[in-house]
RNA sequence: GGGCUCGUGGCCUAGUCUGGAUAGGGCGACAGGCUUCUAACCUGUAGGUCGGGGGUUCGAAUCCCCUCGGGCCCGCCA
């Protein structure tokens, strides 16, 4: 697609004498593949748009890329060659992969990092889904992803579940999931704490113990974060939810101490009211502690020393958070405070940001218990997916949790990641429309009848030749979707992927009720059959970049 | 008090960065389509002027200002 670009753009600046002329994709694909708004020349030249577009047009010839260019209103629309596309498509299709690579450097995706106290709950199945989903994206465009996870298992939460487990429960050993387990010790503290508001207090004191190394609250810290670690293990491991490294925030936040201690030394940063802050306002932030005046740490302090850690254990070009749209504050100031401590410049970190998973009657509330727990959740949609499959009188319990995930992961990823979204149990996920169904719908339709054709794709020699408008349109949409996959790295958004498979999927089931495939004559069917594998690669590469495996039957 | 963010037909949503061709979809509603390659599908109808106002521009859902409404965040939680 990219040389076709550069070679329109040849020719229109030897026309018009402009380079680097802006080439849009027109969103109505009968208007063209590619189309010049002539407002700008219109200025230039004091002359209509209209008139430019026209006399442009006319002196545009056909050749070994364009098919034709034709004026329409103030637009210049330029057709593309569709036998040549196809073709470039095709081999590239029964290769590894339809993209073309660009190398991006090195990259580390940090997502999910939990705090070891509760099980997980959808708001976590987001930011697992998001992180994944992204690196994986920047994966297949060339980077080198390191995909990380931080494991919060100090600070208060932590503290409080461990003060429940020593000294407001009786049970000692838990029973089911483990991680739920441990986090109702969490809720029960909570519980009790309204009660009685100096618990607070015991539970500050347990984090001091564990800070000076007391045996008995070692022990429980150990005991509760591994327990809650098996837990997530089988979660991660539903999810697909992989990691490349793991960071503790045991094992670095003394280190944060001393990174904070040389940043106060060097006067970057100032104690005040007995506590270390960062002088943020010059730089048009609010100041921000980063030792507490009792001395202990806060989750900045381990967080500018997992920043530095993470520069040092590998050649970062980029360091990516994946964290919720509330902490957008938190990291302008950790980026900035990093830069004023040499640390990394601000430019090479991002902060995904995404919008919360809302209830119908509002916000989540881990500490009263208010959420809408993962684990349950999977189950649920899997459940719904079992009934959906027996209504067809099909018993399939492996298929109706792969079913299940890829309803769950294309909701959760359509969504541009900035929006919060409610998730209402009685609506629920759908399996049909705008879904990640009708998506491995649409690819176990294909499947099938390359299946039937009984012609295997390698054998295929499509010319190409002859193709209708509808057959035209599909080539265009499927060219598009490496600009896509582009845009969704560039910008963060695997929406992007998931929106426009929605897209392609829509033009392919149009075609298909139109088109008969397998009783179509010798050329046009195997015009239709190699155009239907195209898209088939298109849908499995984007879903697989949604952590989706596409399925041959459903 | 300050900062960020969202507001598109009954409901959900794309498009907003990089202003342009009649604002795309989906759900729901209504009317159709399975002796024919998977009907978890397809076709058609009704329904929106993009929260409100102003400005910039040849042109604004998109940029700027004001305003209303929702959400989030503002030194010792994470």
């Known amino acids: 697609m990219k040389e076709y670009i550069a070679h329109i753009r040849k020719i229109l600046g030897k026309k018009t004498g402009i380079k680097d002329l802006q080439l849009e994709v027109p969103r109505e694909l009968s208007h063209g593949d590619l189309a010049l708004p002539c407002y700008q020349l219109s200025k230039e030249k004091k002359a209509p748009p209209g008139k430019i577009a026209e006399e442009l047009a006319k002196e545009i010839q056909p050749d070994e890329y364009i098919e034709s260019a034709n004026a329409l209103g103030p637009y210049l629309n330029f057709f593309l060659k569709k036998d040549r596309l196809l073709k470039e498509?095709?081999?590239?299709s029964?290769?590894?992969s339809l993209l073309e690579p660009q190398s991006q450097g090195t990259v580390m995706v940090e997502y999910s990092s939990p705090n070891l106290n509760k099980p997980m709950h959808i708001g976590h199945i987001r930011n697992n889904l998001l992180g994944y989903s992204i690196s994986l994206i920047l994966e297949s465009l060339g980077s080198k992803v390191i995909r990380a996870n931080l494991y919060n298992d100090r600070g208060m939460g932590v503290s409080e579940a461990i003060y429940s487990y020593l000294y407001l429960s009786e049970k000692k050993e838990p029973e089911g999931k483990p991680d739920h387990f441990v986090g109702d010790l969490y809720v029960l503290f909570r519980k009790k704490q309204k009660e009685n508001p100096e618990l607070e207090e015991k539970a500050r004191e347990i984090l001091k113990r564990y800070e000076q190394g007391d045996k008995e609250v070692l022990e429980a810290w150990k005991k509760l974060t591994q327990w809650v670690m098996q837990g997530y293990e089988e979660t991660y491991k539903r999810l697909g939810s992989k990691f490349d490294k793991v960071y503790w925030e045991s094992g670095i936040f003394q280190e944060g101490k001393?990174?904070?201690e040389e940043g106060l030394k060097k006067g970057?940063?100032?104690?005040?009211?007995?506590?270390?802050i960062a002088p943020l306002e010059s730089h048009g932030l609010p100041d921000k502690v980063l030792i507490k005046s009792d001395g202990t740490s806060l989750y900045i302090t381990q967080d500018l020393a997992l920043a530095k850690k993470k520069f040092e254990d590998y050649p970062l070009d980029k360091s990516i958070y994946v964290v919720g749209s509330e902490q957008e504050l938190h990291f302008a100031q950790l980026f900035k405070i990093c830069e004023l401590l040499g640390i990394a410049k601000a430019e090479k970190m991002h902060h995904l940001s995404y919008g919360l998973v809302l209830l119908p009657e509002g916000r989540m509330k881990s500490r009263e218990g208010k959420v809408v727990d993962a684990d349950e959740f999977l189950d649920k949609i899997t459940q719904l997916a079992s009934e959906e499959l027996s209504s067809r009188g099909i018993d399939n319990k492996a298929l109706?949790?792969?079913?299940?995930l890829s309803a769950v992961k294309f909701y959760m990823l359509m969504f541009e990641p900035r929006k919060d979204f409610v998730y209402s149990p009685e609506q629920s996920l759908s399996f049909e429309g705008e879904s990640g169904v009708y998506v491995q719908y649409t690819h176990a339709r294909i499947q099938s009848v390359l299946e039937k054709s009984g012609i295997s794709p390698g054998t295929l020699r499509p010319a190409f030749s002859q193709l209708n408008t509808e057959e035209k349109r599909l080539a265009s949409l499927c060219a598009a979707f490496q600009k896509t996959v582009e845009a969704a790295?560039?910008?963060?958004?695997?929406?992007?992927i998931a929106t426009y498979l929605i897209r392609l999927c829509q033009e392919y089931n149009s075609y298909y009720h139109t088109h008969p495939i397998l009783t179509a004559e010798k050329a046009?069917?195997?015009n239709r059959l190699a155009l239907s594998y195209i898209v088939k690669e298109a849908i499995k590469e984007g879903l697989?970049?949604?952590?989706i495996e596409a399925l041959n039957r459903i």
Request: overall charge positive; charged content about 40%.
């Open 89 to 92: 498509l095709f081999s590239a």
């Open 94 to 96: 029964k290769k590894k």
């Open 489 to 496: 790295a560039e910008r963060h958004k695997p929406s992007l």
């Open 268 to 276: 970057i940063l100032a104690k005040k009211d007995g506590a270390v």
């Open 544 to 547: 697989r970049m949604l952590d």
């Open 524 to 526: 046009q069917k195997e």
């Open 258 to 260: 001393k990174i904070v």
């Open 400 to 404: 109706a949790e792969k079913i299940a």
